[in-house]
T-cell receptor
Framework: DAGVIQSPRHEVTEMGQEVTLRCKPISGHDYLFWYRQTMMRGLELLIY????????DSGMPEDRFSAKMPNASFSTLKIQPSEPRDSAVYFCASSLGGIRYNEQFFGPGTRLTVL | GNSVTQMEGPVTLSEEAFLTINCTYTATGYPSLFWYVQYPGEGLQLLLK?????DKGSNKGFEATYRKETTSFHLEKGSVQVSDSAVYFCAVTGTASKLTFGTGTRLQVTL
């Protein structure tokens, strides 16, 4: 398997623009997670899905952020409008079964820069 | 909620030195504990895990023992290599499918 695939790998945009990050989980995995990593706040869980259904979005910073998972092989994280403080590396991860016992596989991340 | 405290880095060691990275946690219930590693420019990878008290996780020469009495899960390796240079994250999960990560500890190994 190719692992978790994220696109784009790098995104540079201007403040106020819409940004869409994409993720393809490992085939057969039923959990999908979106994280944000910054120097100041470390690694934060934004939202996670189980069987394409959002389970916990308490980490989503504000209404400018939204995430969808229309099917088992695709998820998006959208920021509209983007702000400079959204600059971070965004990771998607997937797992087979709950993560209490099972490994979470991370994608390579999308580095977002908002000017 | 759950929380993880890791020793601050960076940790700089010479090759073949002994490594310890301290990790303590707070959690309700019966958490599982993990160490993940992040190499430059990559996502995190699972290094080892322990799912119950007194379990020892091990992988690639790294070890960590789940100590419930001290709420700790310290990472150790007897002889580090340059290729071990990375950021190491301790993480804890409880009954929900959420991982809480520590802030990460950067390890730099020199020749």
């Amino acid at each position: 398997d190719a692992g978790v695939i994220q696109s784009p790998r790098h995104e540079v945009t201007e403040m106020g623009q819409e940004v869409t990050l994409r993720c393809k989980p490992i085939s057969g995995h039923d959990y999908l997670f979106w994280y944000r990593q910054t120097m100041m706040r470390g690694l934060e869980l934004l939202i996670y899905f189980n069987n394409n259904v959002p389970i916990d979005d308490s980490g989503m910073p504000e209404d400018r952020f939204s995430a969808k998972m229309p099917n088992a092989s695709f998820s998006t994280l959208k920021i509209q409008p983007s702000e400079p403080r959204d600059s971070a590396v965004y990771f998607c991860a997937s797992s087979l079964g709950g993560i209490r016992y099972n490994e979470q596989f991370f994608g390579p991340g999308t580095r977002l820069t908002v000017l | 909620g759950n929380s993880v405290t890791q020793m601050e880095g960076p940790v700089t060691l010479s090759e073949e030195a002994f490594l310890t990275i301290n990790c303590t946690y707070t959690a309700t219930g019966y958490p599982s504990l993990f160490w993940y590693v992040q190499y430059p420019g990559e996502g995190l990878q699972l290094l080892l895990k322990a799912t119950k008290a007194d379990d020892k996780g091990s992988n690639k020469g790294f070890e960590a023992t789940y100590r419930k009495e001290t709420t700790s899960f310290h990472l150790e390796k007897g002889s580090v290599q340059v290729s071990d240079s990375a950021v190491y994250f301790c993480a804890v999960t409880g009954t929900a499918s959420k991982l809480t990560f520590g802030t990460g500890t950067r390890l730099q190994v020199t020749l």
